[in-house]
């Protein structure tokens, strides 16, 4: 016979190998799929919920090492039991009924009552493919190259719940893979993972999801990024955290500004930092704007746009001339992305702030950092005179 190859991408997804096998003498024909990447770093499970005929043309990537299962019949395809194959969810259960249906003649003749139950169980088989009532499809792939196709990509699919997770020592074993007996460091894996929890949207308090990843920022120290995106309303916000303890020493940044491509550095900004710009005569103090990590050009820009949003400044309550003072200081503004030079200041008392330095590891002409103790009322805002480290353990209580 003849084996035909065909390498493919299946969108939303990965590229696969298809093979076919036909043969003209029989007329026997077989096609099978293989993962065309590496074993996926994490595996990946597939639950979707199936209610209607539409979601038994799903098209679905299914390896010889996934697992394939209906809870509701209690049914179960087990890995390397098949082929990979690429095909539907109704070509899935029709692959089982044939695969049960195979030895039924010979059942029937050695074991009535076994051959019968079989028989009862292809009907129930079959009459999901009316879904008549709803049921649920599990896919479950170790190697993480599985996939269910969700037709309505890019969005988020209300009936597909996708899942990753760590390969355990028995899956890996299986996979052929080396399995590491060292125990884990916690810090690795929250360096490698992106931590989801559930909270509710700031703008319109629907449910919703945050994104959080430890990130090593080069030359500086370890962030930890949390992004927020609202999928009833569209509102998007991130915030940054600093990742360690506040320096012993606080932080003062300033930076000449004098090319267009400054605006491209990035800039780290903590919840403690003050910006300045003298030549506008413009301050920013502590906790405005929140943690960011972003590029001079869009501290800017968040500055130029808290200042328009602001309904107190340019909004109908304003006056004629303080309107004309901001529009003039927004000008000032603009120009400083591209045209005049100016000095951008930034003040953490806490040291958790950073501003990219181009000519890392070496000097930077128009970049200085300057480190200095913090005043009284500095540890005060921050907490940090009420605060003890030594010496806090209870006494003993005093026996009477």
């Known amino acids: 016979g003849v084996t035909r190859l065909l390498l493919t991408r299946i969108p939303f997804f990965k590229e696969i190998i298809v093979s076919s096998f036909s043969c003209p003498s029989c007329s026997w024909s077989n096609t099978e799929i293989q993962a065309a990447g590496r074993i996926q770093e994490q595996g990946v499970r597939y639950t979707l919920a199936v209610t209607s005929r539409q979601d038994m043309n799903r098209e679905v ?12 019949l209690d049914f179960e395809v087990p890995a390397f039991s098949q ?37 009862e169980f292809i009907g129930k088989l079959r009459q999901l493919k009316e879904v008549s009532s709803p049921f649920t499809f599990i896919l479950d792939d170790p190697s993480g190259n599985s996939f269910v196709e969700n037709p309505r990509a890019p969005q988020r699919d209300e009936a597909l719940l996708v899942t990753h997770y760590r390969r355990s020592p028995q899956q890996c074993a299986l996979l ?3 399995v590491d007996t060292k125990a884990p ?5 929250l360096r490698d993972e992106v931590l989801q929890f559930h909270t509710n949207c700031p703008e319109c308090n629907a449910p919703a999801s945050t994104n959080m990843k430890l990130v090593q920022i080069p030359h500086f120290k370890e962030v930890i990024i949390m992004a927020t995106n609202c999928d009833s309303c569209g509102h998007r916000t991130n915030e940054v955290k600093s990742g360690g303890a506040i320096e012993p020493q606080g932080t003062r940044i300033t930076l000449r500004i004098t090319d267009p491509s400054d605006m491209t550095r990035d800039i780290l900004k903590s919840e403690t930092c003050s910006v300045e710009i003298p030549e506008l005569e413009f301050e920013l103090g502590m906790g405005a704007l929140g943690g960011k990590f972003t590029t001079l050009e869009g501290l800017l820009k968040d500055i130029r746009d808290l200042v328009e949003k602001n309904p107190f400044t340019l909004g109908d309550s304003s006056t004629a001339s303080r309107t004309g003072r901001l529009q003039e200081f927004l000008g000032k503004l603009q120009d400083v992305k591209g045209k005049a030079q100016a000095h951008f200041i930034m003040d953490d008392p806490a040291g958790n702030s950073y ?41 003993p209580a005093s026996g009477r």
Do not use: H, W
Not at 185 to 189: F, I, Q, S, T
Not at 361 to 389: A, C, H, I, K
């Open 185 to 189: 460091d916690a810090a690795e894996d």
């Open 355 to 395: 501003l990219q330095n181009v000519y890392a590891p070496e000097e930077d002409p128009e970049l200085s950092v300057q480190r200095y103790e913090r005043s009284f009322e500095q540890n005060e805002e921050l907490g940090l005179n009420d605060m003890r480290t030594e010496g806090y353990e209870a006494e």
């Open 83 to 119: 082929k990979g194959v690429l095909t539907t969810i109704e070509g899935i259960i029709d692959r089982a009924v044939a695969g049960l249906e195979q030895d039924q003649p010979a059942r029937r003749a050695a074991d009535t009552e076994v051959a019968r139950k079989i028989d």
């Open 176 to 178: 052929g893979l080396q």
């Open 61 to 72: 990537v299914k390896t010889d090492c996934a697992s394939a299962r209906i809870p509701e």
